[in-house]
């Protein structure tokens, strides 16, 4: 049931003997490097003295040390790897800012640093678990945001449980703390690491956790059970004890090399079981219980011929979980009998093996070669992805209904996980800016947002947000939208939800407001990507509004999207204008593919292509080409041999190519930039082009050192007039520019 908290080595003077405890890890698994533990603690106990903790007290509040410890020993029985016992030791350290995260990679490297910032980053999870009774925000849907935030937090699943164990740690250590922050713990153990601990197959962590939180949660509840099972604890020690002895004989007799112990029934299993099926305890088939262990599988199945044999089963109660495993991976024969004196007794049977993965889960898999962590089982590979998948995270807990379904959605690679600063999880879809966030919290925040900061930090309105991060939105009094949070090209907004709202606001507005904004909006577009169109009430009767003043009226409202008028207006212009200053001339193809448009080689001219003979590389495979004289470029399979020989002799003559489709033409544009200098200027200009990841053919840069201005001329490479929009959009945004345009031909 309920396990203690196993107390550290001391010495005489009340410290801990950090020596002795790196002995007992090492007489758990004689692969740790003793030395290695012992920096680890020398590192944490340091931290501690320097915090000014003196190294005899016992709290977790104060000794970080001693939780590090713990946690140690928690993954140690895990048989974890060398990395993840160190950031163990040193992880409270680190959370309580007695040491830095660089310290520890200056001390430990960059795995156990990142192992570390990885626990730190789902500690915010721990600050916003809200009472089920909250008013604030629905508390289902506030737990389900957290538990797919804390899927889309985990790279590494050692991250998963040294997080579970320090939860454990922190449950453990609550017994004399107040009933509220017990409460607290509890709570989020039972909805969130408990479940994880499932998931994992973790089976004595997951039933320690949901017990201990069950006592926390429903004390009179678990008070109830205990008591039932304390009363007839002795008379039922005694008949299991007889009915082991029995099933012994009977094994042995049958030369099956087998191990039988009695199995302890978890309180709040019990329980779950007595409110589901809506039981009495005395119902309860389970609460006597025998586990058989054996060598082999055939063993199993020897085993259950000979239980059902010594006494009559239940039918109903029989389940092949070897033949049909649970979905986290968890395999054995479960059967109940009717035992001597008529008493049903739950019978459990497994290999050797499939007892250390029901009780270890996911670390039975890890194998060790030095420090590293190697696993060659693909069901540890299964469990993996599942920390980048949704899964019934409540399938035993039977109070989520038709919600867990829903949650086998594969949405979490599109939605990013934030919290309001009082810890509130927001979902947002993934790409959402600090106002998507802040339409998402209220309207009216969304209207009087002036800023914005990120875990304290300012940050643009145009910032994407991250899993994890905290959002403030900073207001103001008066004002509301800006009109230019409508144009997409400047990326303000991503969501429809926050884009409706700004809509809605501009229609409530004066028309004659509306009229003079989209006016201004439209021709301030136009000239800045050089569009010489001044034909506007065609352009109003093709975005099939009434009249010019509609047009307008329709873009300062936001109606109609600016990038959709300017989109029509570069395709109306005369094809004469369009050719000499406006339309986008394809340059010469940048890229070429082979037959069938199968192979796309970027950065290349017009080269001619064809497919090795030695390989015969098919789509989807990996690929690289070859340079041939007067034969083009010849596209081998990368494992390809001859490819491999060719690189190593010519590598100057590989190039890289991919399977696509036909290759997006690229034209050039001239760009003209105008802006006060500054150091740094022009790198965060070039730092914009890089991120829109567009090839730069040319840049001139000239200074003005008396009006201590700036001004470039470049040419680009884009494939569409909108994702040139989006440039200039990004540009202007950069301190200090002046005005950023698209040339415009004399």
């Not at 690491?193 to 039933?207: Q, V």
């Not at 409530?508 to 301030?524: D, F, I, P, S, Y």
Request: glycine share 6%; aromatic share 6%.
């Amino acid at each position: 049931m309920v396990q203690v908290r196993a107390e550290q080595p001391v010495k005489a003077d009340g410290s801990i003997d950090l020596e002795a405890w790196v002995a007992h890890l090492l007489s758990i698994d004689k692969s740790l490097n003793r030395d290695k533990l012992l920096k680890a603690c020398r590192f944490a106990e340091e931290a501690e003295r320097r915090a000014g903790v003196a190294k005899h007290v016992w709290s977790n509040d104060t000794s970080s040390l001693r939780t590090g410890l713990e946690m140690a020993q928690i993954l140690a029985d895990l048989k974890l790897d060398q990395a993840t016992l160190v950031s163990a030791i040193i992880y409270r350290s680190v959370r309580e800012e007695k040491a830095s995260l660089s310290d520890v990679t200056d001390s430990f490297g960059e795995e156990v640093a990142k192992l570390v910032q990885g626990v730190l980053q789902m500690a915010v999870i721990s600050a916003s678990i809200l009472p089920h009774d909250s008013v604030v925000l629905n508390a289902q849907a506030q737990v389900e945001n957290l538990r797919k935030m804390l899927v889309t937090l985990i790279d590494d699943v050692r991250v998963a449980l040294l997080k579970i164990a320090e939860r454990t740690c922190a449950i453990r250590a609550v017994k004399e703390a107040d009933p509220e922050r017990r409460y607290k713990v509890a709570r989020e153990v039972f909805d969130i690491y408990a479940p994880l601990a499932h998931r994992l197959g973790i089976g004595h962590i997951k039933w320690e956790l949901e017990d201990l939180s069950f006592r926390y949660i429903e004390p009179e509840q678990y008070k109830y059970i205990a008591g039932l099972l304390h009363e007839r604890r002795i008379d039922r020690q005694h008949y299991v004890e007889s009915i082991m002895q029995q099933l012994r004989n009977e094994l042995k007799e049958a030369h099956i090399d087998a191990e039988v112990t009695g199995r302890v029934k978890h309180i709040y299993s019990i329980w779950r079981k007595m409110k589901k099926k809506n039981l009495q305890f005395s119902e309860i088939y389970d609460v006597r219980a025998l586990r058989i262990l054996v060598p082999q599988v055939r063993d199993c199945y020897t085993a259950l011929g000979i239980v059902h044999t010594m006494w009559r089963h239940i039918p109903q109660e029989f389940d092949d979980y070897i033949a049909n495993p649970k979905e986290n991976g968890y395999r054995s024969l479960h059967t109940a009998v009717i035992g001597p004196e008529g008493k049903v007794v739950e019978v459990q049977i497994r290999t050797y093996a499939m007892h250390e993965e029901a009780e270890l889960g996911v670390c039975a898999h890890w194998r060790y070669k030095g420090t590293d962590v190697k696993s060659n089982s693909d069901h540890y590979e299964g469990k993996i992805a599942w920390l980048r998948q949704v899964l019934e995270w409540h399938e035993e807990l039977g109070d989520m209904g038709g919600l867990a379904e829903q949650i086998r959605v594969d949405i979490e690679p599109d939605r990013v996980y934030v919290f309001t600063p009082d810890g509130h999880a927001i979902d947002l879809p993934k790409g959402s800016t600090p106002l998507d966030f802040a339409y998402r919290v209220h309207t009216e925040i969304g209207h009087g947002c002036r800023g914005a900061k990120i875990n304290g930090r300012i940050v643009p309105l145009t910032y994407n947000l991250k899993t994890g991060e905290q959002v403030e939105i900073i207001t103001g009094r008066k004002g509301g939208p800006s009109r230019d949070w409508l144009n997409t090209s400047l990326g303000f907004v991503n969501t429809t939800r926050a884009r409706a709202k700004i809509v809605h606001w501009f229609k409530l507005q004066a028309r004659e407001q509306n009229v003079a904004a989209g006016k201004q909006m439209l021709e301030r577009e136009l000239q800045r990507l050089a569009i010489g169109f001044t034909e506007y009430e065609k352009l109003a009767e093709r975005c099939n509004v009434h009249s010019l003043e509609d047009l307008f009226a329709a873009l300062g409202a936001g109606d109609v999207r600016l990038s959709h008028a300017v989109g029509i207006a570069q395709q109306m212009t005369e094809p004469v204008e369009r050719n000499a200053n406006t339309e986008l001339i394809p340059r010469k193809p940048s890229q070429k593919t082979a037959s069938h448009d199968e192979v796309r080689i970027n950065g290349v001219g017009n080269l001619l292509t064809q497919i090795a003979k030695c390989c015969a590389p098919l789509p989807g495979d990996a690929i690289v080409g070859y340079i041939t004289l007067g034969r083009g470029v010849t596209i081998h399979r990368q494992d390809c041999s001859n490819a491999l020989t060719l690189a190593e002799k010519e590598p100057e003559r590989m190039i890289q190519v991919s399977w696509g489709s036909a290759p997006v033409n690229t034209y050039p544009v001239e760009i003209v930039l105008h802006g006060f200098d500054r150091p740094g200027f022009i790198r965060d200009v070039t730092q914009v082009l890089l991120n829109e990841k567009l090839n730069v053919v040319a840049m001139d840069t000239r200074t003005n050192k008396e009006e201590n201005t700036v001004s470039m001329n470049f040419t680009i490479e884009v494939p569409t007039l909108s994702v040139l929009g989006r440039l200039l959009g990004r540009i202007s945004g950069v301190p200090n520019v002046i005005e950023v345009r698209r040339h415009r031909a004399s």
